[in-house]
């Protein structure tokens, strides 16, 4: 139970850090697109693209700034080998999705993003995804950051949590007793008798003596004696 405690406990720490510090995912595909993300986030790229055909290629990723260059540069290289797993390629690896982040984005982080895969085995085919603009804005332009939903779900959890562990403490307090008092544990506690109050007779608690037991009749050896 303590176990499963630390592992809840761990996971309401990271999910409070995700809330509080923000992540926000954009995918990088063939749509052009949008995204306004918070100042001060960790921006998640996703390159979604089909390389199922690839066994080796490269990985671009190109940023276009908002103010600046009218050219688009390489912040980011991957390379990619799948050369010797080509006779247990699953369905789950026909996508390869590389991932990139930028962490505590600023200003200087809007601008056009896009990624572009290049194929060196078996072929040489380029392919590209489309732009999808940046747009790093201030928490007050953005709506609904963090989500309400965020909060609701780390404010139940940590009550569920708080209930646990006063549960924790209720039951290894009980143990604790029973293991300092074993002998007591499964006895009765013995019925007190009420003492005798001033005044009252003490027969009450006495057994009634026949009264043949102590009126016998005269013995006849006193009676001669005394004649």
Known sequence: MEMSLKQSTLVLLTVAVLVVSGQEHVDLDHREKTVDVAIGSSLTLHCKLKTEKY?????????????????????????????????????????????????????????????????????????????????????????????????????????????????????????????????YANTRPVAKQPSPRPGAPASNNLKAVPSSVNLRPPSPRRNSYKS
């Open 55 to 183: 066994e080796r290629f490269r990985v671009h990723w190109e940023f276009l700034p908002s103010s600046g260059p009218n050219s688009s540069q390489i912040i980011h290289k991957d390379l990619v080998d799948r050369s010797a797993k080509t006779s247990n390629r699953t369905t789950a690896q026909q996508y390869h999705w590389e991932t990139y982040i930028i962490a505590n984005v600023t200003d200087k982080n809007s601008g056009s993003y896009h990624c572009k895969v290049i194929e060196e085995i078996p072929g040489f085919e380029n392919v590209q995804s489309k732009k999808t603009q940046v747009v790093i804005a201030t928490p007050n332009l953005v709506p609904e950051f963090p989500k309400w939903w965020m909060w609701m779900v780390l404010c139940l959890s940590i009550l569920a949590l708080f209930i646990l562990l006063l549960i924790c403490a209720v039951l290894r307090r009980r143990c604790r007793r029973r293991q300092e008092d074993p002998i």
